[in-house]
């Protein structure tokens, strides 16, 4: 396993990713060669979440960007194995868990999978389609208009300062929510609305990964990244689990599609927990659900779940991510040269 940081080198295409854009690499060169590609795709109108097969570059942008909830790939494992077992090449975009059980697919059905090259994302966790809807209902109702669009990850901020949610309304309103004060994200981050079988995900460890990359956000790149440029854009961090997948990482680097560098595994996981262990469960996950299931408000029952959470946050959020991130390292080097 090989440790990197990088981006894609398309500016359009980096503003359009959630991170640094090596999915959208990945994809656009196993489909120049005549490959197919499956990764998630959201229902604008029901916001359900699937795995879906695109045949060309101009249909990658549909399955970029983050997508905090619980995919259908069912339909996806058959299509891969058919293409495979044509001898067509296949990339496979998922979580680690649809990555292993697409894995198991193959065997089961003595596909070989020499063609298959597999991606997953870092994955915190996923959550249910329903959380999202009654998110999104909420929002609505507080808005009083109906969504047209839902993101949740946007670059109308810079990169390193974290995620937002980006919505736009049916009325000409567009709202970028930042990740410390949206009511969802206080909810998934805080581990509150994941599904259960992700508290004991046996997938996220640092060695025996499946996919043969592992691609996500290198949370806490500005510590040691000096390109501000790049940080504002997006970094992405990549490990090669296997040497398949670092046979793809070194050719789109050779070929000028992606920044690639070598990265130290621990600056990696210092805020990556995910490369090495599962989220932790929230006490008050099904107190949570029970709230929804009665009707409560989703953003009320976010707060009231998380009273003081949500106070500590907003109080950052007011102080801004760049001054609080120059307090810590005051803190850091006073307390270094006690």
Not at 240 to 262: T, Y
Not at 291 to 307: P, T
Request: aromatic fraction near 10%; proline fraction near 2%.
């Amino acid at each position: 396993m090989n440790c990197y940081y990088g981006w894609n080198t398309d500016d359009g295409v980096l503003k359009e990713s959630s991170s640094g854009g090596i999915f959208s690499a990945l994809a656009e060169d196993v489909l120049s060669r005549g490959g197919a590609v499956f990764g998630a795709y959201m229902d604008p109108e029901s916001y359900a979440v699937s795995h879906v097969m695109i045949r060309s570059a101009e249909e990658t942008g549909k399955l970029r960007g983050s997508k905090y909830q619980q995919s259908d790939a069912a339909a996806a494992y058959s299509q891969a194995g058919g293409l495979l077992r044509a001898g067509t090449e296949v990339l496979f975009t998922g979580t680690p868990c649809q990555v292993a059980a697409l894995r198991r697919y193959l065997a089961v059905k003595g596909i070989r999978a020499d063609a298959l090259l597999c991606a997953e994302v870092l994955c915190h966790g996923v959550t249910s389609t329903k959380a999202v809807r009654v998110y999104a209902r909420s929002r609505e109702k507080q808005r009083g208009s109906r969504i047209t669009a839902l993101r949740f990850r946007t670059k109308d901020r810079p990169w390193y300062q974290g995620s937002a949610m980006k919505l736009e309304y049916e009325n000409g309103r567009t709202e970028v929510k930042d990740n410390l004060i949206d009511p969802f994200y206080l909810a998934y981050v805080n581990s509150m609305i994941l599904r259960p079988s992700c508290y004991a995900c046996p997938f996220a460890k640092q060695e025996g990964r499946e996919a043969d990359i592992t691609i996500g956000d290198w949370w806490g790149a500005e510590n040691d990244l000096r390109d501000w440029e790049a940080l504002r854009k997006g970094v992405s961090l990549m490990l090669a689990n296997s040497e398949k997948g670092e046979a793809a990482l070194r050719d789109m680097a050779a070929a000028g599609k992606i920044r690639l560098a070598e990265l130290d595994f621990g600056k990696a996981v210092k805020r990556n927990g995910a490369l090495v262990k599962p989220a932790r469960k929230n006490p008050r996950r099904e107190a949570f659900f029970r709230k929804l299931a009665a009707g409560e408000d989703f953003r009320a029952a976010v707060y009231g779940m998380s009273r003081k959470k949500a106070v500590k946050n907003r109080i950052k959020y007011l102080f801004g991510y760049d001054n609080t991130r120059r307090l810590k390292a005051l803190k850091r080097r006073i307390k270094a040269g006690r």
